[in-house]
């Protein structure tokens, strides 16, 4: 049974930076595309950003790209998001997920493991 667990949220000064890690267990994790999706305060989950299974391509949703940047180490298991420059609007529960699908997918749909989440305050 896969387990996706997420750290490295916290309460953030607008500006400043924060790391988000997501460790996965149980089963092959280089064979998953990886993903951080987001849900603010009354609002829906949004996709945030995407790695493929090799890490050669990643996708970012406009409202983060230059500001944010998803890695991962396939031989830890784990993947990551380097959150740069945040503003008050990034303020979220963050939840990374997992998807077999081949293509780097930002449809919510298309994963079906997540994490419990992390929450990231960013204070003006």
């Known amino acids: 049974q896969v387990q996706l667990v997420e750290s490295g949220g916290g309460l953030v000064q607008a500006g400043g930076s924060l790391r988000l890690s997501c460790a996965a267990s149980?089963?092959?994790?280089?064979?998953?595309?990886m993903a951080w999706f987001r849900q603010g305060p009354g609002k829906g989950r949004e996709f945030v950003a995407v790695?493929?299974?090799?890490?050669?391509?990643?996708r970012y949703a406009d409202s983060v790209k230059g500001r944010f940047t998803v890695s991962r180490d396939n031989a830890k298991s784990t993947v990551y998001l380097q959150m740069s420059n945040v503003v008050p609007e990034d303020t979220a529960v963050y939840y990374c997920?997992?998807?077999?699908?081949?293509?780097?997918?930002?449809?919510?749909?298309?994963?079906?493991?997540w994490g419990q989440g992390t929450q990231v305050t960013v204070s003006s």
């Open positions: 997920a997992r998807s077999k699908v081949l293509l780097s997918t930002t449809n919510l749909w298309d994963y079906d493991g």
């Open positions: 149980g089963g092959t994790f280089s064979s998953y595309t």
């Open positions: 790695i493929s299974r090799s890490a050669g391509i990643t």
